[in-house]
């Protein structure tokens, strides 16, 4: 279970000079930190005792790299490979969502719609409170609808029929809170939306989901009933104990398998994680998935915040304060530095795993191992840690639209003297009320004071369409140009700062 691994030293001289993102090298020098990532897997696969480990990376709309350590299936030492088949439990949450989203584009269902409607056996369940509002399918994607948390039994219900199913609901299901006041995570609320997506499709989930998810995206090994896997990809399940390891029983497909049950390989998988990245930045390409582009990124927006936590530090050690939120069968992050990571774990007895992606960063990261619960949430946050820093890769740039490049063009044209400025047509009205042309002239002098006269500048660097920054070019250092534009058309500066650049 050994991988071979160069010196970090020697990666870190090799990505060092890159001080800037480049697209044109990017997967190189991400490949270039496979040594180091294979190294980290092993070792975390070792320590925790999994059988096997395998992992992907997914950038630019592809895998570009990927590996494995260890035994799919123990008896026959079968060895793990990206090609290995492994359950990834809770991981399968998005695809559910997704499936929903479709059916919302068919025009078949709306997510603010009472479940009632598509499960009428709903209807008349009793509510916690006279006061309860119905659950609407919204609250089942984001686990609002009041269930307890239910793990430990969600786990053990894969293989249950879609009758016991609507009989535990004839019975009435216990709330821990009415619908729609606060997150608790609910295996139940998406065995729920596999039934609607069956309901209202007229088709069989798993059906659903592989003809209008998986083939469009070209996934064909993904698979839900174990059985019909092959052999010698099939991944087995096991927990560690009394310093052995025992096989776990794979369960059949059921009604569960809508929180669950999907069952895929890193060079699968990988293929999923990619058209989430597809979403980002939005633009105007042809729509080739399954569902819209908008339609991802609305499943990836933090829905309801459930966590801070102010104390949380990376593997590395680095504090970072972070804080977690849910989407639509997607966990959202966002940490001390501006990441924003989009993702989802799974674990089930005999089976752990985690995918994420980080937007901003165009990179996502994708790891199964198969012994009960295995934590990949923390090592794949390690490793992309690590990608990050040996690779040198910045977050992509935004494009600069046409009105911010016109704008700064005009900008230069009347700076530093401002002769002119309130017959230019270039600002908003609240500008000059805001702050006069002699003000804001004093401050810009009093800073080029310090700097020296304006000899160039750079680009523009864009945080939105709308909003950015350019750096005004002088002997004695820089000065910062900040500027955010109205909402009217054409869009006029309604803010402007000078700041000496650190």
């Known amino acids: ?21 480049s697209t044109a090298d990017r997967a190189a020098r991400i490949k270039a930190t496979l040594p180091v990532v294979e190294k980290m897997y092993n070792e975390y696969a070792e320590k925790n005792h999994f059988p096997s480990l395998a992992f992907g990376i997914v950038a630019d709309g592809q895998l570009i790299m990927s590996g494995a350590t260890g035994f799919s299936e123990i008896a026959t030492e079968t060895k793990a490979s990206p090609g290995s088949l492994f359950r990834i439990a809770s991981m399968s949450k998005s695809v559910t969502a997704m499936g929903i989203l479709s059916l919302r584009k068919e025009g078949r269902l709306k997510l603010d719609d009472p479940a ?29 609808a009041g269930f307890p948390e239910d793990n430990p039994w969600g786990d053990r219900q894969l293989d249950t029929k879609d009758e016991q199913l609507i009989e535990l609901i004839k019975k009435g299901i216990s709330f821990s809170n009415v619908p729609g006041v606060t997150y608790e995570y609910s295996n139940l ?17 798993q059906q659903y989901i592989d003809e209008v998810i998986f083939k469009p995206l070209g996934m064909s090994s993904t698979i839900w009933e174990y059985s019909k896997a092959p052999k010698d990809l099939l991944a087995h399940g096991y927990r560690f104990e009394d310093e052995i390891w025992k096989e776990e029983e794979l369960e059949h497909d059921g009604t569960y398998g809508a929180m669950g049950g999907l069952i895929t390989s890193i ?20 729509e080739t998935g399954p569902i819209l582009r908008s339609d991802v990124r609305e499943m990836q927006m933090p829905w309801n915040f459930n966590s801070l936590n102010a104390q949380y530090k990376y593997p590395s050690g680095r504090p970072c304060a972070m804080t977690s939120a849910y989407g639509y069968g997607l966990r959202w992050s966002r940490d001390c530095e501006g990441r924003t990571g989009i993702g989802h774990t799974g674990g089930l007895p005999g ?30 946050t390690a490793v992309l840690d690590t990608i990050i820093t040996l690779a040198g890769l910045k977050p992509l740039p935004v494009e600069v639209s046409a009105v911010l490049k016109e704008r700064k063009a005009s900008l230069l044209k009347l700076l530093p003297h401002w002769e002119g400025a309130e017959q230019s047509g270039i600002f908003a009205e609240n500008f000059f009320p805001d702050r006069s042309v002699s003000h804001r002239k004093q401050e810009l002098d009093a800073i080029i004071a310090q700097t020296g006269n304006v000899t160039g500048s750079t680009e523009i660097k864009a945080e939105n369409q709308l909003r950015g920054s350019f750096l005004l070019n002088c002997p004695n250092g820089n000065i910062r140009v900040f500027f955010t534009l109205s909402p009217e058309n054409p869009a006029l500066i309604q803010q402007l700062d000078f700041s000496p650049a650190k």
């Open 351 to 380: 089976f752990g795993s985690q995918w994420q992606i980080l937007p901003e960063y165009g990179i996502g990261i994708l790891a199964h191992a198969n012994r009960t619960y295995a934590g990949m949430a923390t090592i794949n």
């Open 189 to 205: 609320g998406f065995a729920m939306l596999g039934k609607i997506i069956s309901n209202v499709s007229g088709k069989p989930y």
């Open 267 to 286: 060079d699968d998988f990988s293929k999923y994680v990619a058209f989430h990245l597809s979403a980002w930045p939005a633009g105007n390409n042809p």
């Open 1 to 21: 279970m050994k991988f071979a691994f160069t010196s970090l030293l020697s990666l870190i001289l090799l990505t060092s000079s890159f001080a800037q993102e």
């Open 116 to 144: 009632y409607l598509y499960i009428p056996e709903l209807k008349d369940m009793p509510a916690l409170t006279t006061d309860a509002p119905a659950i609407t399918i919204r609250h089942l994607l984001t686990h609002q």
